[in-house]
């Protein structure tokens, strides 16, 4: 089998100065795929960064509707992608076909959604308070305010979603949105879609007229840390384990010039059964939430890893259903050999815990990941054992039975920080129960009701984040438009003539953006 060599994209142009080679792999065989990937040295990490601020210089100057026709552009090229693409993500993810055209269509929506934003203007926050110089005792100054990118930005890539989370992902688009170049660290699980969906990105930036370095691509272990390390980086997202994005926090904060980290890490996303719904529905509950357990192997941030309920003969009704409805589930694939042996060590650890008993599920064996059902005591919530607040990232989930409502509020009150919270209830649930939505609240970014987590709109309302360790920052969103809020930071001019002004604070506000004047929304000049 002939081997075909690819490189890093660094500053519009290929790269691949060093001599460690990296193979992509098959998910499902581990057999080697016919590429082979240059690491990147610490040459050309430095070269990217550069690469990446020199472009910015150029590009934080664009207006709106040209970065908004970029973006435009990169979806177009996505979804111009062939079969052979589509193949290669099945390939080298185990993923099946229908799972990434899908994927696809919401990478490339999401990139035409930040592009509206764009042209929308709202993300600019502009604001001017215009000058009172009769003001008594002190006059005031003309002050305007709007929000500028922070300046190029590292983004990791994920290891479970390949194109949505990934290259082009929501990271990639909001940096890119705001004004920031990127500089992408390609993950080793699919390295073949990474050097496709780069190549059309930067096909988009030749043919929208983009700074070289507007978008950069590296590949390799252990270059990470160089790259959040660089000086010329000015922000880092990721998506992935606790422990790397720990990592990236802490070397970020120990930088000259501490950076931001937006790193969505860990989330065992309660589900909370409360009693009117389970006597009204349920082995509608137990199919539902077994399905949920198992969709996509498991492989989902919002995956639902951690089932509460109050002691009741309907609880154990329910129970007894959930435990046979993931007995019948099949073992699947997973993304890559490293997230098999992550996920056995969960089952294993789950397994050799006192206080967790195992309800369904078949032996893990081979090279496919078996769906699993626990059950554990609530004092392990409640006398803070680690286990049960770590994520198992696969088709598992853990079921707690707490004594009464008095102790379901404890047990939340355990609970570390979650991307997600939900509540499978009826009307009469909300009303006795309401003490309950505050209190998750204070947990998770975001709150479902009779709804199941795996599953994230791309949106402006949308919140893909959450308290820690969900996120190591809870007041951003790595999915919906407000993720764009990331990379920006305010400035404020003051008393500066308007020839000096940008556009979105110029009196004749030429981009035509509603403004905050004088505390009135408008859209008029002045």
């Known amino acids: 089998m002939s081997i075909e060599h690819r490189l890093n994209y660094i500053g519009g142009r290929t790269s691949g100065e060093g001599d460690v080679l990296l ?4 998910a499902t065989t581990a057999e080697a795929l016919p590429y082979a990937f240059y690491q990147a040295t610490e040459a050309e990490v430095n070269a990217a960064a550069l690469a990446a601020e020199s472009a910015f210089v150029t590009y934080r100057h664009f207006l709106p509707e040209q970065r908004a026709a970029f973006l435009d552009a990169i979806a177009g090229e996505l979804d111009a992608l062939g079969e052979d693409f589509i193949a290669n993500v099945c390939r080298e993810t185990a993923l099946p076909q229908g799972r990434i055209i899908g994927e696809r269509a919401r990478t490339s929506g999401q990139l035409r959604l930040f592009a509206q934003v764009l042209r929308r203007g709202d993300f600019l926050g502009a604001r001017i308070d215009t000058a009172l110089p009769e003001r008594t005792p002190l006059p005031r100054p003309d002050l305007r305010q709007y929000r500028v990118g922070v300046g190029p930005v590292a983004v990791f890539g994920a290891s479970n979603f390949p194109l949505a989370f990934s290259t082009a992902g929501g990271d990639t688009a909001s940096a890119l949105a705001a004004g920031c170049p990127v500089v992408f660290k390609a993950h080793s699980g699919h390295m073949v879609t990474a050097d496709f969906v780069a190549s059309a990105i930067l096909r988009a930036a030749e043919k929208t007229g983009m700074p070289a370095g507007v978008f950069n691509l590296i ?44 790193a969505e890490m860990s989330s065992i996303n309660p589900v909370v059964m409360l009693p009117e719904a389970l006597k009204t529905r349920s082995d509608d509950i137990a199919s ?47 993304l890559n050999a490293g997230t098999l042996k992550s996920y056995t060590k969960g089952v294993e650890r789950l397994h050799a815990h006192d206080g967790i008993s ?19 005591q609530a004092r392990l919530l409640l006398t803070g054992d680690p286990l049960l607040q770590e994520e198992v990232f696969g088709p598992t989930t853990v079921v707690v039975e707490v004594a009464d409502a008095a102790e379901l509020q404890q047990v939340l009150a355990s609970l570390h920080g979650q991307l997600t919270a939900t509540l499978i209830a009826e009307p009469a649930d909300l009303q006795a129960f309401a003490a309950l939505v505050p209190l998750l609240e204070r947990k998770a970014g975001r709150l479902l009701l009779n709804g199941y987590p795996t599953g994230v709109e791309v949106s402006d309302a949308m919140v893909h984040g959450g308290p820690y360790p969900a996120t190591s920052d809870a007041r951003g969103t790595s999915v919906g438009t407000l993720a764009i ?12 003539p308007d020839a000096l002004l940008p556009p979105a604070l110029k009196n004749a506000n030429p981009l035509s953006i509603a403004r905050l004047v004088d505390g009135v929304t408008t859209r008029d000049p002045l």
């Open 288 to 334: 539902q939430l077994a399905a949920s357990v198992v969709q996509g192997c498991g492989q989902f941030c919002t995956n639902p890893g951690l089932v509460i309920g109050i002691r009741s003969p309907e609880f154990e009704g329910f129970l007894t259903s959930l435990a046979a409805r993931m007995a019948d589930q099949a073992s699947q694939t997973m």
């Open 358 to 376: 195992h309800l369904a599920g078949q032996p893990q064996q081979g090279n496919q990941a078996a769906p699993q059902l626990f059950k554990a």
């Open 219 to 262: 590949h390799g272990n252990g270059v990470g840390a160089a790259l959040v390390k660089h000086p010329a980086i000015q922000a880092v997202g990721f998506t992935g384990s606790l422990h790397g994005g720990r990592a990236l926090c802490d070397m970020a904060a120990a930088r000259a010039q501490p950076i931001p980290v937006f």
């Open 485 to 496: 809020d990331r990379f920006l930071r305010p400035v404020c001019y003051q008393n500066y």
């Open 23 to 26: 193979h992509s792999l098959d």
